[in-house]
Nanobody, 123 residues
Framework: QVQLVESGGGLVQAGGSLRLSCAAS????????MGWFRQAPGKEREFVAA????????TCADNVEGRFTISRDNGKNTVYLQMNSLKPEDTAVYYC????????????????WGQGTQVTVSS
């Protein structure tokens, strides 16, 4: 069973940057496709980005395309989400997830989840 721990969240002004990390323990993270999701208060959990097992393929949601980048270091069992040009509407709890299929955008397809890290963007 994979355990996922997110870190790197915090408070940032609009236009700023943050890098989230997701450290995996247990089976090697290279066995899993990884994704980032976020959930704002009163809203459903939404897809942010996904990356394949090898890291050779990645995809982002339209509303973060060009601002957010997902990457992974399988040697460190860690997945990253680089977030630039942050906007107040990016405020949410960000979760990483591990699953069997790459590029899946619905949460139920992922098997393992971290506890989340809060990102707050002030205007």
């Amino acid at each position: 069973q994979v355990q996922l721990v997110e870190s790197g969240g915090g408070l940032v002004q609009a236009g700023g940057s943050l890098r989230l990390s997701c450290a995996a323990s247990g089976p090697p993270s290279a066995r899993y496709a990884m994704g980032w999701f976020r959930q704002a208060p009163g809203k459903e959990r939404e897809f942010v980005a996904a990356i394949s097992r090898s890291g050779s393929s990645s995809t982002c949601a339209d509303n973060v395309e060009g601002r957010f980048t997902i990457s992974r270091d399988n040697g460190k069992n860690t997945v990253y989400l680089q977030m630039n040009s942050l906007k107040p509407e990016d405020t949410a709890v960000y979760y990483c997830a591990a699953g069997q299929k790459y590029s899946v955008t619905y949460p139920s397809a992922y098997d393992y989840w971290g506890q989340g890290t809060q990102v707050t963007v002030s205007s």
